[in-house]
């Protein structure tokens, strides 16, 4: 028996799960495009929004089709952990969005810029988690730690961009020539851990 092939509700068949998911896929692959469209390849890794942007589309396409093989045990093994990863990302970071960002930028950024943050920061949110309850679906509490260990690789990752390549800060409260960067990080993969263990309980609760 697989984890996404199963809906937590009499009123949605698993067709309607897929076809759920499928326009999910389509909805975030522009979200993940767009930016290194207008931009350059650098934004593949360079904020944390992207990658969990990047994490929830791979994590929808993997579901999709975990769905259609139940029997598949390691297909569906690899797509629950992603799938946990990019619940604790997403979350994550739309916690540290609209905890600090809004009351720092909204008054400085043109409107178009507010319109494509917020969509950026609510709607990948929304997909992940309208599919993990709109399913059977239980996540493992042990298993944020693999969420934590890819926001730990994002931040070196981030720390190794800006010390290379001699170039500026990725965002301005993160400023990696002090030790302040690295108390922020320890707090926000700390919080990201706890919000998980939110959305766990939440799951738990509801599901038994």
């Not at 984890?3 to 896929?25: G, N, V």
């Not at 569906?76 to 970071?93: H, M, Q, R, V, Y």
């Not at 494509?116 to 309850?133: C, G, K, R, V, Y």
Request: aromatic share 18%; glycine share 4%; with cysteine.
């Amino acid at each position: 028996m697989g984890y996404f092939e199963t809906p937590a509700f009499d009123w949605i068949s698993l067709k309607r799960l897929q076809q759920f998911r499928l326009f999910s896929i389509l909805v975030l692959l522009p979200m993940m495009i767009v930016p290194i469209y207008l931009n350059d390849l650098t934004y593949l890794y360079r904020y944390l929004t992207q990658w969990s942007i990047e994490i929830a589309t791979i994590s929808m396409i993997l579901i999709y089709f975990a769905a259609k093989n139940p029997d598949s045990l390691k297909l569906n093994k690899i797509s629950l952990i992603c799938f946990e990863i990019a619940i604790f990302l997403t979350i994550g970071t739309m916690v540290s969005f609209w905890s600090s960002f809004p009351n720092i930028y909204f008054c400085c950024i043109e409107t178009y810029w507010i319109v494509a943050l917020s969509i950026s920061h609510l709607i990948p949110q929304l997909i992940i988690l309208t599919n993990l309850f709109l399913t059977n679906t239980k996540i493992n509490l042990k298993d944020g730690i693999y969420g934590a260990i890819v926001g730990v690789a994002y931040l070196i990752t981030d720390y190794l961009r800006v010390k290379s390549q001699d170039t500026h800060d990725t965002y301005e409260f993160l400023d990696w020539n002090g030790s302040g960067a690295v108390e922020l990080s320890i707090f926000f993969i700390i919080g990201s851990f706890v919000f998980y263990v939110v959305i766990w309980k939440i799951n738990e609760s509801f599901k038994n």
